[in-house]
């Protein structure tokens, strides 16, 4: 039996082949990954640039636009590499850091998302108290929070997943290093790590989710007895953007983390993965900024700008 030691390397089997079916779909990942790209850095430096947007709730959008960009970093130019190269391997080192990336960023972002549920019930139940329960200070803290607890997860996901041996062909059936996938390869029994995975998840999912629930509900309730028109039409366009973002998020995060190992299906995993790590990144500053009325008055707004100069 071999076991992989510091210097092994693993396998990604990858997403596509070399058909012109999968080269197609592979064109279109990198179509998705460039807009996704530019996309959330033009969120980033809209809102930086843009006085008019240096409030908490955009704040916690650039947010999501740095995890955004970050976790499509930490996947696709290394799935497009191998592929272009027809290199599949991926050092130990590498792998590590997709891990530890890709961990920490899903349980900053679980977070982050609560945080922005939360923003949005202060705006609208205690719009009097928003400046003092929502303040600079505040928000900073629940981001600063956020970033502890995912990087946290990620650190102990990462010391365990690699400390098990792992043996065989050491094929990984994924188009990057995620510890489900991993887990396959072991040759101990895992089963522990597994229980211990689920209530991770339990807690950096179902809470957040529980946060969410609880502050949108408040705010449903809120929505339905105010008398302006045009108020209740701006709360359910902020608030929709927001639950449509938080829908296609946790759903997919749920059935890929929820579930046992054993009722895996690699294709299932693989196409999930993508969803989620993919077109995710690229929805979120396309739903933010053609739902968002101030984000597309500050776009037009820079183009504007940038005419005039020239």
């Known amino acids: 039996m071999s076991v992989w030691n510091f210097t092994s390397n693993f396998i990604l089997l990858g997403i596509f082949n070399y058909s012109p079916t999968h080269i197609f ?14 996309g959330n850095t033009a969120m980033i430096l809209l809102i930086y640039l843009d006085t008019h947007l240096h409030t908490p709730m955009y704040f916690l959008l650039s947010q999501l636009s740095v995890m955004d ?38 349980g900053a972002e679980c977070f982050l998302l609560a945080a922005m549920a939360y923003d949005r019930y202060v705006a609208i139940c205690h719009p009097l108290r928003y400046s003092t329960l929502m303040s600079h200070k ?6 600063i929070s956020s970033w502890i607890v995912g990087s946290l997860d990620g650190i102990i996901v990462i010391i365990v997943a690699l400390s098990f041996p792992y043996c065989g062909a050491q094929e990984i059936p994924h188009f990057f290093c995620d510890v489900p996938a991993l887990l396959t390869l ?31 509900a408040h705010v449903l309730l809120a929505v339905i007895h105010m008398g302006s028109g045009e108020s209740r039409r701006k709360a ?23 579930r046992p190992v054993s009722d895996r299906s690699p294709t299932q995993d693989k196409m999930v993965s993508a969803f989620y790590t993919i ?3 690229m929805l979120n500053p396309l739903i933010y900024s053609l739902r968002n009325k101030e984000v597309a008055r500050a776009f037009r707004m820079l183009l504007g700008r940038g005419k005039s100069g020239e």
């Not at 779909?25 to 530019?38: D, E, P, T, Y």
């Not at 608030?239 to 983390?257: E, K, Q």
Request: aromatic share 14%.
């Open 25 to 38: 779909l592979f064109s279109l990942v990198l179509g998705i990954f460039s807009v996704a790209f530019m």
């Open 279 to 281: 077109l995710t990144p």
């Open 186 to 216: 072991s040759c101990t029994n895992t089963s522990l790590f597994e229980r211990l995975m689920f209530i991770c998840c339990v807690i950096m999912l179902l809470f957040p989710v529980a946060v969410i629930t609880a502050s949108y």
């Open 236 to 258: 359910f366009a902020t608030c929709s953007s927001h639950l449509m973002v938080v829908g296609m998020y946790y759903g997919a995060a749920m059935f890929i983390y929820m």
């Open 69 to 106: 960009l970050m976790l499509i970093c930490t996947t696709v130019p290394k799935m497009a590499f191998n592929y272009l190269s027809g290199r599949k391997s991926i050092s130990l080192a590498s792998c590590g850091t997709q891990i530890f990336f890709y961990v920490s960023l899903l």
């Open 138 to 143: 505040i928000c900073g803290l629940m981001v």
